[in-house]
């Protein structure tokens, strides 16, 4: 299961661990790892880690003593883990509430286990769950619903509810890329938001952000985050279809986020009346692993082309989605012509 840590150079990790101690901060329930020349330290709160660190998430291992799920089970039960709430996707209703009770039971600060009761579907993308296991104590220190959570992403919090909205924790690596490219004072539209997992860092990066999203909760969510991350002053959150905004904030846009990979092609033609003279997309797609780039880039190129040049300056692969299908990125530059 994928923990909250930070990630050093080797040379700095004694001191870094230091650090952590001093802060309150160190994770003693799971191992440091290092790998490839850095090294990875369990933290126990991202949010309360010093500014000089950046936080991740990373498989690490419990340490002994501690019991774990698999400890009770005795096989270990593949768990996804968002926040407080453990996510599992076990088609078998037995086997899963077997888990959700070792989870509950196990020394994991755990409020809630939910189980995947339906594929993500329909333009809003949120899928069904089935709540397996609640632990009363928590959930009444809480005040959250079950399908409630607090997620930890590179120093930002993002408050979510998993049956109302979609989020995905295994985007955060994709997400820092992007928002390391950003600049202070750019524009930014970030044209599927969700709950502002892209948005809210393009801000705190110093970006101007405007954040669209069909789903209204979503954008309830959002509103809230950019509050808790102290960045409600630079983000325009408008619930809605974005094709409707383009005649408001027609030409302005210096860099596009389309995060919507089944369907971004449907959206070029306004990614396109919103992108300024000099405009960066980030272009998400699903695509055959044999060919995952090409669609995208001649999707783009009819859409911008004559009026733009293109240059595609990154084919990215973010993940494998299904077998022989690849969720990837483009980023692409779009210049006005003369
Ligand atoms: C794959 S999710 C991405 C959310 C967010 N960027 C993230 O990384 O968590 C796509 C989002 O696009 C929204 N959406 C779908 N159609 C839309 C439209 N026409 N205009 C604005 N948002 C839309 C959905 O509600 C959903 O929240």
Redesign the pocket.
């Known amino acids: 299961m994928e923990v909250p840590c930070i990630a050093v150079a080797r040379e700095a990790g004694e001191e870094s661990r230091h650090a952590l101690a001093a802060a309150g901060v160190l994770d003693d329930d799971h191992e440091i790892v290092v790998e490839d020349g850095t090294i990875y330290i369990p933290v126990t709160d991202p949010s309360v880690v010093p500014d000089a660190f950046e936080t991740t998430t990373r498989e690490l291992p419990v340490r002994r003593g501690v019991v774990t799920p698999a400890d009770i089970l005795g096989d270990e039960p593949s768990l996804e883990r968002l926040g407080d709430v453990v996510i599992i996707d076990e088609d078998e209703s037995e086997r899963a509430a077997e888990i959700a009770e070792a989870v509950l039971a196990s020394d994991l600060p755990v409020r809630s286990v939910l189980n995947r009761a339906s594929k993500i579907k329909g ?3 949120v899928r069904d769950w089935d709540v397996l296991a609640v632990d009363d104590e928590m959930a009444a220190a809480m005040e959250l619903s079950p399908t409630e959570t607090v997620h930890r992403e590179y120093g930002h919090e993002f408050l979510l509810d998993l049956a109302a ?4 924790p295994r ?1 955060a690596t994709e ?1 820092h890329r992007i928002v390391e490219q950003i600049t202070a004072g750019e524009r930014v539209v ?6 502002g ?2 948005a809210i860092p393009a801000a705190s990066h110093g970006a101007e952000v405007v954040a ?4 209204k909760v ?1 954008i309830e969510y959002l509103r809230e985050n950019a509050r808790r991350n102290s960045v409600a002053d630079a983000i325009t959150a408008i619930a ?4 409707e905004i383009t005649e408001e904030y027609q030409g302005t846009a210096d860099r596009l ?1 389309m ?3 089944h369907s971004a092609d449907d ?1 070029l033609e306004t990614a396109v009346e919103l992108a300024g003279d000099e405009c960066v997309i980030h272009y998400y797609d699903i695509q055959s692993d044999e060919d995952p780039f090409s669609p995208g880039i001649e999707a783009i190129r009819a859409a911008a082309e004559p009026v733009f040049e293109v240059s595609v300056e990154t084919e990215h692969v973010v993940r494998s989605y299904a077998p022989h299908e690849v969720n990837v990125c483009l980023d692409v530059r779009l210049t006005r012509g003369q």
């Open positions: 333009e809003l993308r909205v979609y989020f995905s985007l997400r970030d044209m599927f938001a969700g709950v997992p892209f669209t999203d069909l789903n979503a809605g279809d974005v094709r986020i995060n919507l990979p959206f």
